[in-house]
């Protein structure tokens, strides 16, 4: 790729000399002035870092100019003063592609860092795959669970609508699945709000009940009822959460775990 570089410069200062030194050419007194210069690298024309600074000397009366460096030693003594005095600055522009340049990489750093541990966040852990299957279970559920494919939730249905009162139990949806001797229970209740939360937990209970007619005494049972946002409540052989609001869904994953024969 062709890139333009090179350097350049700029006059960043300018100044009389304030000493009554003569023009080494005509001289005239308090004609001299300092002007300085900036060089900096440029790319593409445009000023990367800065290089070295310059002076030269002009004549105000006959403009005779010269390097600082030609001048006769006590006119550039009385330069260095001058400039020590009130010393040239240069100015940001001199450096700000470099700036520019170390702001973007500090950037593309800083949001690699971010990035890498958002991506760390959210990685999924090992075991995540089960709650990507809990999740596509709960989208199975149904308020017309059917005997041919699901004939625990088409049970539990009836029973259900049996057993507990104070709630719509024909909204509630169903689906149960199998894992070994382990059994899935889902329920999503959409309108859990105008249930009291001390008798929520009775649903939970009835579908026990209910349970206890159709699978095997030893089938671990894991019951999960599902709100509009969250798992609200959950049993299994390990853990209850019954308290009607909030449920940890993650108790539900060991269900997926490969059941050894
Ligand atoms: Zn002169």
């Known amino acids: 790729m062709f890139i333009l570089f090179g350097h350049s410069k700029s006059q960043i200062h300018f100044k009389k000399i304030t000493e009554d030194i003569e023009c080494p050419v005509c001289k005239s007194h308090n004609t001299l002035f300092v002007y300085s210069y900036g060089r900096y690298f440029h790319v593409f024309y445009i000023p990367f870092f800065p290089l070295n600074k310059f002076n030269q000397i002009q004549c105000s009366h006959c403009k005779y100019t010269c390097n600082e460096n030609e001048l006769p030693y006590s006119l550039q003594n009385a330069v260095y003063r001058s400039n020590l005095l009130n010393p040239p600055k240069r100015p940001i522009w001199h450096g700000i592609g470099g700036l520019l340049s170390v702001g973007f990489i500090v950037f593309l750093f800083a949001i690699t860092i971010i990035g890498a541990v958002i991506g760390i966040r959210q990685e999924p852990k090992p075991d995540d795959s089960r709650k990507e299957l ?10 017309n669970p059917e005997y041919e494919t699901d004939s625990v939730s088409f049970f539990l249905k009836s029973c259900v609508h049996e057993s507990v009162s104070g709630m719509k139990t024909e909204k509630i949806r169903y689906y149960t699945r199998y894992n070994g001797d382990k059994i899935l229970v889902l329920l999503k209740v959409s309108d859990m709000k105008k249930v009291e939360k ?64």
């Open 134 to 143: 809990l999740k596509i279970d709960i989208e199975k559920t149904t308020e």
């Open 198 to 261: 001390s008798t929520r937990k009775e649903l939970v209970y009835a579908v026990e009940n209910c349970l206890d007619f159709i699978v095997p005494e030893d089938t671990e049972r894991f019951i999960g009822v599902d709100g509009n946002w969250n798992m609200l409540m959950v049993k299994t052989p390990t853990a209850s959460e019954l308290k009607g609001d909030f449920a940890d869904e993650e108790l539900l994953l060991p269900f997926y775990d490969i059941t050894q024969p």
